[in-house]
């Protein structure tokens, strides 16, 4: 069986809003069970369980999940972005469907290719991944809204990236604050 929704990780990964997915070259990955995955991904238990033997697209459709492949903890110390919502992910598919959550997901990647595209300065992506992931849909529609007035009221040119990457992190990150997010990769566990 192969996956039908790669940027959607069977752990409940947003694989999609992660920045190797959007790496160039030999170490960009391609989602969930994607395209030349087990060259890169080779021993991954959650792929063998849930898609390999039970034939399912993510975790939460199975009987048992959530099961001990789920840490209690996961994504709360792990500095990997995607992992923060997992179980989260995973609640949301059960309560929504798989097709409700891929189509909030694909919001948020144009969101993410649009701050990508015309916002980053080149050190900007692991940051906007992050946001991408955590931030609220309206959030995240609202930052681009006021970063483009800040950038037209500062009269700041359609090249300057290094500016308008400035502008976009201090927007972010405020709204992090007010949205009680932390927008910085933690350190995995010790």
């Given at each position: 069986?192969?996956?039908?929704?790669?940027?959607?990780g069977?752990?409940?990964?947003?694989?999609?809003l992660?920045?190797?997915?959007?790496?160039?070259?030999s170490?960009?990955?391609?989602?969930?069970?994607?395209?030349?995955?087990?060259?890169?991904?080779?021993?991954?238990?959650?792929?063998t369980?849930?898609?390999?033997?039970?034939?399912?697209?993510?975790?939460?459709?199975?009987?048992?999940?959530?099961?001990?492949?789920?840490?209690?903890?996961?994504?709360?110390?792990?500095?990997?972005?995607?992992?923060?919502?997992?179980?989260?992910?995973?609640?949301?598919?059960?309560?929504?469907?798989?097709?409700?959550?891929?189509?909030q997901?694909?919001?948020?990647?144009?969101?993410?290719?649009?701050?990508?595209k015309?916002?980053?300065?080149?050190?900007?992506?692991?940051?906007?991944?992050?946001a991408?992931?955590?931030?609220?849909?309206?959030?995240?529609?609202?930052?681009?809204?006021?970063a483009?007035?800040?950038?037209?009221?500062?009269?700041?040119?359609?090249?300057?990236?290094?500016?308008?990457a400035?502008?976009?992190?201090?927007?972010?990150?405020?709204?992090?604050?007010?949205?009680?997010?932390e927008?910085?990769?933690?350190?995995?566990?010790?």
């Amino acid at each position: 069986m192969n996956k039908k929704y790669f940027t959607l990780g069977c752990c409940g990964l947003d694989c999609g809003l992660c920045p190797r997915f959007y790496t160039e070259g030999s170490s960009k990955c391609p989602g969930c069970y994607g395209v030349d995955f087990e060259n890169k991904h080779p021993s991954c238990f959650f792929i063998t369980c849930c898609v390999k033997k039970k034939g399912l697209e993510v975790c939460c459709e199975c009987n048992a999940f959530p099961c001990s492949k789920f840490d209690k903890e996961t994504g709360e110390t792990d500095s990997f972005i995607t992992h923060r919502r997992v179980i989260q992910n995973q609640n949301y598919i059960k309560e929504h469907g798989i097709i409700a959550f891929i189509e909030q997901q694909n919001k948020r990647m144009v969101l993410l290719q649009t701050l990508l595209k015309y916002y980053n300065d080149g050190y900007c992506k692991s940051f906007f991944c992050l946001a991408a992931s955590l931030l609220s849909l309206k959030s995240l529609n609202e930052s681009l809204l006021k970063a483009e007035k800040v950038i037209q009221e500062k009269l700041v040119g359609k090249e300057d990236l290094k500016s308008k990457a400035k502008i976009m992190r201090e927007i972010l990150n405020k709204i992090a604050v007010e949205d009680n997010e932390e927008l910085k990769l933690r350190k995995g566990k010790k």
